[in-house]
């Protein structure tokens, strides 16, 4: 048995997925300056010994004038084999380099299902999970120091 980590894609998947657009067809009838509104979420859960889950959730809303043009809902998630890193380690990778890796899966869906749904591309801009991540901790660092 090695004391080396491990680190192992196992499988990349599409847990959840919905796009709406509720004032179709008149939203095409008309110019638009849209609004885009992102809000993105991580979670990781140890589903057996060694294998996490990571999901990066994605909601994009796009509107004009208030009114909502799609929304884009999405779940991209990966199955990963950790092992060997401590806590803090582990922690960092279920963090910030799992949802490196799947982020592009679910930025490439929100592409296609918007452009399915008949609107212009929209190529979500590339998201620092690292600085994400750091941020997270310097927040939590603060909030336990303010508990103390």
């Keep these: 048995m090695s004391d080396q980590p491990q680190f192992a894609l196992q499988r990349i998947?599409?847990?959840?997925?919905?796009?709406?657009?509720?004032?179709?067809?008149q939203v095409f009838a008309k110019g638009w300056q849209p609004?885009?509104?992102l809000d993105l979420n991580t979670h990781s859960t140890l589903v057996e010994d060694?294998?996490?889950?990571?999901?990066v959730g994605l909601t994009v809303t796009v509107s004009d004038q208030e009114q909502t043009v799609f929304l884009v809902e999405i779940k991209q998630a990966g199955l990963f084999l950790i092992d060997g890193l401590d806590q803090a380690s582990l922690q960092h990778t279920l963090g910030a380099f799992c949802p490196n890796i799947l982020f592009p899966y679910a930025r490439e869906a929100v592409d296609n299902l918007v452009?399915?749904?008949?609107?212009?591309p929209l190529m979500l801009?590339?998201?620092?999970?690292?600085a994400l991540y750091a941020e997270q901790q310097q927040r939590q660092a603060?909030?336990?120091t303010e508990n103390a």
């Design 50 to 55: 060694k294998h996490y889950e990571v999901v």
């Design 35 to 37: 609004k885009v509104n």
């Design 142 to 144: 603060a909030q336990a």
């Design 125 to 130: 801009a590339p998201v620092n999970f690292e």
């Design 13 to 25: 998947y599409l847990k959840d997925l919905s796009f709406e657009s509720p004032n179709a067809p």
């Design 115 to 120: 452009t399915k749904g008949g609107f212009p």
